[in-house]
């Protein structure tokens, strides 16, 4: 078949006219909220999964279950450095309204709220919570690690005691094990709903609950369009609250714009209500400016490291880590790359450390005398070469630093080559201690000394970036864990902070602000572990 | 029928370009298993874990056989970064990028078919010149500059573009899912206040767009319409007496035609894909983005669902181009 011309035009005209395959009109919508009861965060990340623990989701992720879930009880909340901040020390009930724990630490009695609800109206019950918290340690998820560190191990633990009763039952005494019961992973999920969809090779519910919620908590799922956005409704029916109130904010749309200074203009504009993640470069234009609030609080609970790989020469011996902590420029780096907005964990000149808190300021120094005599010592005279990397996601702040990191360990005579790599690509180096010098960052939900240290200074996990390896601290750190003697606690923890101090197996550097930069009219903004706006305690005034 | 048989003889150009980029996905640095399992305290048997999940612990034969019998089922795999099926997300991805692409592509159009007559009318002179310089510039200015700057002047200085942000306003009801191209749902539906709405969002991105597609549309137009200005036909044209307009529009720029559409099919297809700047620029849900956040973070099969997309777009808007060349010249048809 030819075409010619009087066919193809014929053709043309033909496709236009068909057009329209059935019209279905959309549904009205439900009534309208006012722009003033509508909260609209705009963020750089995505929301890929409504279920926390899913692997391979985003920090994002952890925000929005804590609006959308309710956990067995919660931290309270203090005031810190620059405006309230969540208090690890303080837990309340929120599902659970009394909790009882016994004089041995053992066992942890919950009991559940009367009248409270999950989103479809179905009563929560004991079978409920029996069965979240079994999801919490037996799913293959993000979940099962985490709460290990509090003592969740395996669902033999936890029992149904009463008709609003739950039990959890402790092998030793674990200062975390309480504070594992309020992050997102440990979330209360409408069992009945979940089962429903659940299958025999997923019995948790995994891949639904990825897509769908089943919980009680102050919001309700609206839409969701993974990687672009998810509107929130307020759940009128949530009776978990601070003296039972209603979070103020009746719709909450959480949207993903990509470009920062996009982000920026969106919430100087008065279009979007509130961002935390805007570029640090433009925080202090923001500030001068005058037109939004800003409100900043260092974050305590995280830190900036400059990591030696303490399993790859010459990296393994101290005396080279010594010389190059003394070669950082810490001031310089602090200003470049942060703009000097935020804590600084350096600076510090004891030699035996006052107090057991941490993270803190350390005995780190740009002192390029004493780091040339020690690399001689190390025996490296003439210095060496290595490598420097980062990632991606990171060039903002650390472009600068591994500048100024580059010319002031060259006048050490130490040769750095400056290695910028996609973030999945840097992930994959770092468990297989292949970077022998790099930058990376590091937070803890449950920030108590002990839990750093197991964390970020033993282990052969990922976190671990240094792979340090010292019998010291590894036993310190165990005996810490279940140490109820806050006197013996504390004496472990210096311990293990001097060690940290002399060996250096990473310079912790900084503690960057979180700059939340919100409409002017937006209170209450709250800085919480999990690093993510919490919707619940944002009002307008 | 011609069009099938064509259709025939491009499956194995497709198939290649399926196997290529495969392989070239497992070859890059980085692995999946451990950039997904970054929870707090993953460990080694997490990583395991997912590597499984994943299929990653197979070898790649085998791995590239599952995927071949995926793709022709009609399974191009899960992303993990979107947690959907990647059908599912291409399918809800085109529509945005394929309706500015296509806005963009006639706006430009709209702009340079006249540029191009206009300068090919007078070669060398200022006009001529002026033309040139408007091409380069939109040529040089590298689209994330061109729409920042766009964003800067309409939206934060002067106020009149919409928050440039989606293709809808936020706050606005859910525009009806009738096709995925909002400009026809919402005329179908009779919505012309939403139309106006996704109208204004769709602005800022096109003209971003089409100012960098401008310079081989208009160039090539003026160097067609130089060659056909110069031929015996429009000579003879004119001599008899023809109105100027039907001389250059009716006559001339119809015989000029070819050369710019089989241009416009190139830049059609390299838009659809390569605006992926634009789409971060004004967070635009489209299928650029999609495949270029999924690349950094190691997630195969969005990728290779991509370029499956892409390649088999490109055979089809080859197709179309060609159909066009026989509506365009009669003596031209699909051999």
């Given at each position: 078949m030819n075409f010619n011309r009087r066919q193809g035009l014929q053709g043309l005209l033909?496709?236009?006219?068909?057009?329209?395959?059935?019209?279905?009109i959309a549904a009205p919508e439900a009534a309208a909220q006012t722009r003033a009861e509508t909260l609209r965060q705009v963020m750089g990340g995505i929301i890929n999964s409504l279920d926390p623990t899913t692997p391979?989701?985003?920090?994002?992720?952890?925000?929005?279950?804590?609006?959308?879930?309710?956990?067995?009880?919660?931290?309270?909340?203090?005031?810190?450095?620059?405006?309230?901040?969540?208090?690890?020390?303080?837990?309340?009930?929120?599902?659970?309204?009394?909790?009882?724990?016994?004089?041995?630490?053992?066992?942890?009695?919950?009991?559940?709220?009367?009248?409270?609800?999950?989103?479809?109206?179905?009563?929560?019950?004991?079978?409920?919570?029996?069965?979240?918290?079994?999801?919490?340690?037996?799913?293959?998820?993000?979940?099962?690690?985490?709460?290990?560190?509090?003592?969740?191990?395996?669902?033999?633990?936890?029992?149904?005691?009463?008709?609003?009763?739950?039990?959890?039952?402790?092998?030793?005494?674990?200062?975390?094990?309480?504070?594992?019961?309020?992050?997102?992973?440990?979330?209360?999920?409408?069992?009945?709903?979940?089962?429903?969809?659940?299958?025999?090779?997923?019995?948790?519910?995994?891949?639904?609950?990825?897509?769908?919620?089943?919980?009680?908590?102050?919001?309700?799922?609206?839409?969701?369009?993974?990687?672009?956005?998810?509107?929130?409704?307020?759940?009128?029916?949530?009776?978990?609250?601070?003296?039972?109130?209603?979070?103020?904010?009746?719709r909450i749309i959480l949207q993903t714009v990509?470009?920062?200074?996009?982000?920026?203009?969106?919430?100087?504009?008065?279009?979007?209500?509130?961002?935390?993640?805007?570029?640090?470069?433009?925080?202090?234009?923001?500030?001068?400016?005058?037109?939004?609030?800003?409100?900043?609080?260092?974050?305590?609970?995280?830190?900036?490291a400059i990591v030696f790989n303490t399993q790859q020469a010459p990296f393994d011996n101290p005396k080279v880590r010594q010389a190059l902590a003394a070669a950082l420029p810490y001031e310089a780096m602090f200003q470049a790359a942060q703009f000097g907005r935020g804590r600084i964990l350096f600076g510090a000149h004891w030699t035996q450390v006052p107090d057991a808190a941490f993270p803190r300021t350390m005995p780190l120094n740009l002192d390029l005398d004493r780091a040339k005599a020690l690399l001689a010592e190390a025996g490296h005279p003439n210095g060496f070469a290595t490598t420097f990397s980062f990632a991606n996601s990171m060039a903002a702040f650390a472009e600068p630093m591994a500048a100024l990191i580059k010319e002031s360990l060259g006048r050490i005579g130490v040769e750095v080559t400056v290695q910028k790599m996609p973030d999945s690509q840097i992930s994959t180096m770092v468990v297989e201690r292949r970077l022998p010098f790099f930058t990376d960052i590091g937070s803890a939900w449950l920030p108590s000394p002990d839990y750093f240290f197991r964390t970020y200074f033993t282990g052969a996990h990922r976190w671990n970036y240094s792979g340090f390896n010292n019998p010291e601290v590894n036993e310190l750190v165990q005996a810490a864990r279940f140490e109820t003697d806050s006197a013996k606690y504390d004496t472990a923890v210096k311990r293990m902070i001097n060690i940290a101090a002399e060996q250096v197996p990473m310079a912790m550097v900084w503690q960057a602000n979180q700059d939340a930069v919100m409409a002017k009219n937006v209170d209450g903004f709250t800085y919480w572990f999990h690093r993510q706006v919490d919707f619940r305690d944002l009002k307008r005034a | 029928m011609r069009v099938g048989r064509r259709l025939l003889a491009s499956a194995p150009a497709l198939l290649g370009v399926v196997v290529f980029t495969f392989l070239l996905m497992r070859v890059l640095p980085g692995d999946p298993a451990v950039f997904f399992a970054s929870g707090p305290n993953a460990g080694q048997a997490e990583i395991d874990e997912l590597r499984r999940v994943l299929g990653l612990d197979k070898p790649i034969p085998v791995q590239l056989a599952h995927y071949l019998y995926d793709v022709a089922t009609g399974n191009l795999g899960r992303s993990m970064t979107t947690g959907q099926p990647v059908l599912a997300d291409l399918a809800e991805r085109l529509p945005a990028s394929l309706e500015l692409t296509v806005t963009a592509l006639i706006l430009a159009l709209i702009l340079a078919l006249p540029l191009g007559i206009l300068a090919a009318l007078r070669p060398g002179s200022l006009l001529d010149h002026?033309?040139?310089?408007?091409?380069?510039?939109?040529?040089?200015?590298?689209?994330?500059?061109?729409?920042?700057?766009?964003?800067?002047?309409?939206?934060?200085?002067?106020?009149?573009?919409?928050?440039?942000?989606?293709?809808?306003?936020?706050?606005?009801?859910?525009?009806?899912?009738?096709?995925?191209?909002?400009?026809?749902?919402?005329?179908?539906?009779?919505?012309?206040?939403?139309?106006?709405?996704?109208?204004?969002?769709?602005?800022?991105?096109?003209?971003?767009?089409?100012?960098?597609?401008?310079?081989?549309?208009?160039?090539?137009?003026?160097?067609?319409?130089?060659?056909?200005?110069?031929?015996?036909?429009?000579?003879?044209?004119r001599s008899v007496g023809l109105g100027r307009f039907r001389v250059i529009v009716v006559y001339a720029l119809r015989n000029a035609l070819l050369p710019v559409i089989t241009i416009t099919g190139i830049v059609f297809s390299t838009m659809l894909g390569a605006n992926v700047l634009v789409e971060k620029v004004f967070s635009w849900p489209g299928v650029g983005s999609y495949a270029l956040d999924a690349l950094l973070g190691s997630d195969y099969a969005p990728v290779q669902g991509f370029v499956l997309l892409m390649a088999s777009a490109f055979v089809l808007v080859n197709l179309v181009i060609d159909t066009l060349y026989g509506i365009a010249d009669p003596r031209v048809s699909i051999e």
């Open positions: 033909g496709v236009a006219a068909g057009g329209a395959i059935g019209t279905t391979g989701g985003t920090r994002e992720n952890f925000g929005l279950a804590m609006s959308t879930y309710d956990r067995l009880a919660s931290f309270g909340v203090k005031a810190g450095e620059g405006g309230p901040t969540f208090d690890m020390d303080n837990i309340h009930g929120e599902l659970a309204d009394k909790i009882d724990r016994s004089a041995d630490g053992l066992t942890y009695t919950f009991h559940i709220r009367e009248g409270a609800t999950w989103h479809d109206g179905s009563p929560v019950t004991t079978a409920d919570v029996k069965w979240s918290l079994d999801r919490m340690v037996s799913a293959r998820s993000l979940a099962p690690p985490q709460v290990a560190s509090g003592s969740h191990t395996s669902p033999d633990q936890y029992s149904v005691v009463g008709d609003r009763q739950v039990q959890v039952k402790l092998p030793r005494p674990d200062r975390l094990a309480l504070g594992n019961l309020c992050i997102p992973y440990a979330m209360m999920i409408n069992s009945e709903l979940a089962k429903k969809n659940a299958s025999a090779d997923d019995p948790w519910a995994m891949n639904w609950l990825k897509e769908n919620t089943a919980g009680g908590g102050a919001y309700v799922v609206e839409t969701n369009r993974p990687g672009q956005q998810v509107v929130l409704r307020r759940n009128e029916t949530w009776k978990n609250g601070k003296g039972g109130a209603l979070p103020f904010f009746k990509p470009e920062a200074s996009t982000r920026a203009s969106l919430v100087e504009r008065g279009d979007a209500d509130i961002s935390i993640d805007l570029a640090a470069s433009d925080v202090p234009a923001i500030l001068q400016r005058g037109r939004v609030k800003v409100v900043s609080v260092p974050q305590t609970n995280a830190f900036q | 002026g033309v040139r310089l408007v091409c380069s510039l939109g040529v040089c200015v590298p689209t994330f500059v061109s729409g920042l700057l766009l964003i800067y002047v309409f939206y934060v200085v002067l106020g009149i573009a919409p928050d440039p942000t989606g293709r809808i306003d936020i706050f606005a009801a859910s525009p009806p899912d009738i096709t995925g191209f909002l400009l026809i749902d919402f005329a179908l539906v009779g919505d012309w206040e939403g139309w106006r709405a996704a109208a204004s969002q769709l602005m800022l991105p096109a003209a971003t767009m089409a100012l960098f597609t401008l310079a081989p549309l208009a160039r090539m137009t003026r160097a067609s319409m130089l060659a056909v200005l110069g031929s015996d036909f429009v000579r003879t044209a």
